[in-house]
């Protein structure tokens, strides 16, 4: 049994003494020294090899089982640190326009794969960031039970003592499993990934999952959940694709695309230049006046 997916809460449950068991936690999370019972588990972590861009992020080619190979990624801000962990490696839901999707679904990742992954950033740095983001490979609530396990371990104050609030999944938009996110954890943000502004159902079908997920659905459940926890709040994502999902017109198509369309409005672009702040922020009102955390960013669009 791996250390990296056991809380204190569950070792006290199989057996070991509490302060055995926080010393533990505190052992793995680099905050005490080793001590005895840590041998009777397997405490090694995965092989992985680190690429260094230009930018300051890290890229981790986390090596599991021997066969699997996921990637984690370190984002370096000006203010913070973030790791990004992968929670399957490949994913089933197959958009079009994600790599990892074009490999399909190889295998769900245990909790301790999953957070194995964040003690590989932690000892890289030689600190504990104090930011996850479930938004690596796979599609985090295809594999719920496992990362909320990571969560609880993450969090646990007398290990790495991620603020639960300071974690993020991303989904592309399953309603009844981010129902049960909710219910189960205080992570505070889920960021719908789907693409729910696309106006035909021809652009739906090559941006949006092959799963079916209607926007209004995601848009209702997170706002429901905004109103029962204010203060943590909700994040919901539109996401948009040059001459596909970009123009007014796709954003005020019928259904799914209104419903994106009042949270999220357009936000002004110029060729070769990036959104002016006030833009961004008048484009956050909206959202924000319903009980839900806007984030906006831009991208260039591809090449040929």
């Given at each position: ?28 999370a680099g905050r005490a020294a080793r001590p005895r019972a840590a041998d009777a588990y397997e405490t090694e972590l995965p092989r ?257």
């Amino acid at each position: 049994m791996h250390l990296a997916g056991l809380t204190e809460q569950a070792l006290m449950e199989s057996g070991v003494r509490k302060a055995h068991a926080r010393a533990l936690v505190a052992w793995f999370a680099g905050r005490a020294a080793r001590p005895r019972a840590a041998d009777a588990y397997e405490t090694e972590l995965p092989r992985s090899e680190a690429v260094h861009d230009p930018d300051g992020t890290v890229r981790f080619a986390v090596h599991l089982d021997g066969r699997t190979v996921v990637e984690t990624v370190l984002i370096e801000h000006a203010t913070r640190r973030t790791v990004c962990v992968s929670s399957q490696a490949g994913c089933a839901r197959g958009c079009v326009f994600c790599e990892t999707g074009r490999l399909g679904l190889v295998r769900n990742l245990t909790a301790a794969e999953i957070v194995s992954q964040y003690a590989i950033v932690a000892r890289h740095l030689g600190e504990r960031p104090r930011n996850v983001v479930f938004m690596g490979m796979g599609e985090p609530l295809d594999n719920l039970e496992e990362v909320l396990k990571a969560i609880d371990v993450l969090r646990e104050p007398a290990g790495f003592a991620v603020p639960e609030r300071h974690i993020t999944v991303s989904t592309v938009g399953i309603v009844p499993k981010m129902t049960e996110l909710y219910a189960r954890t205080k992570a505070h943000a889920v960021a719908g990934r789907a693409q729910m502004a696309a106006r035909t159902t021809a652009r739906r079908d090559r941006l949006r999952t092959a799963h079916r997920i209607a926007a209004v659905d995601v848009d209702r459940r997170s706002q429901r959940f905004a109103n029962r926890r204010r203060r943590a709040g909700a994040l919901l994502r539109r996401a948009r694709r040059a001459g596909e999902s970009d123009s007014f017109e796709s954003r005020t198509g019928s259904g799914a695309a209104r419903a994106a369309a009042r949270s999220l409005p357009r936000v002004p672009e110029v060729a070769g230049r990036r959104g002016r702040a006030d833009a961004l922020a008048h484009a956050a009102r909206p959202a924000s006046r319903r009980g839900l955390r806007a984030a906006g960013r831009t991208e260039a669009p591809a090449e040929g």
